[in-house]
Nanobody, 115 residues
């Protein structure tokens, strides 16, 4: 069974940067996508970015500011967040989707952007 371990959250001022990491540990299945979601207080969880073997996709709200990448082993995914805004404040969750459509989630890491 795969376990996703996130790190890198914290408190930053508006305009600053943070880098999140998510390591897949344990028995790693055949991966279709890895990505990031976020959930702000009182809001639904929303998709932020994903990466496949040959493509990356971003939500419009983060396009041009966030960059998703993966290590050569394809078991750790990163989210470089630049030009952060207060509205980026949320708990960020790592997601792994298998080729069979099964989702695994990390425990979440808090990102707080002060104005």
């Amino acid at each position: 069974q795969v376990q996703l371990v996130e790190s890198g959250g914290g408190l930053v001022q508006a305009g600053g940067s943070l880098r999140l990491a998510c390591a897949a540990l344990g028995i790693i299945p055949s991966i279709d996508t890895m990505g990031w979601y976020r959930q702000a207080p009182g809001a639904q969880r929303e998709w932020v970015a994903l990466i496949t073997n040959d493509d990356t996709k971003y939500a419009d709200s983060v396009k041009g500011r966030f960059t998703i990448s993966r290590d050569n082993a394809k078991t750790t995914v990163y989210l470089q967040m630049n030009s952060l805004k207060p509205e980026d404040t949320a708990v960020y969750y790592c997601n792994l989707r298998t080729i069979w459509g099964y989702d695994s989630w990390g425990q979440g890491t808090q990102v707080t952007v002060s104005s």
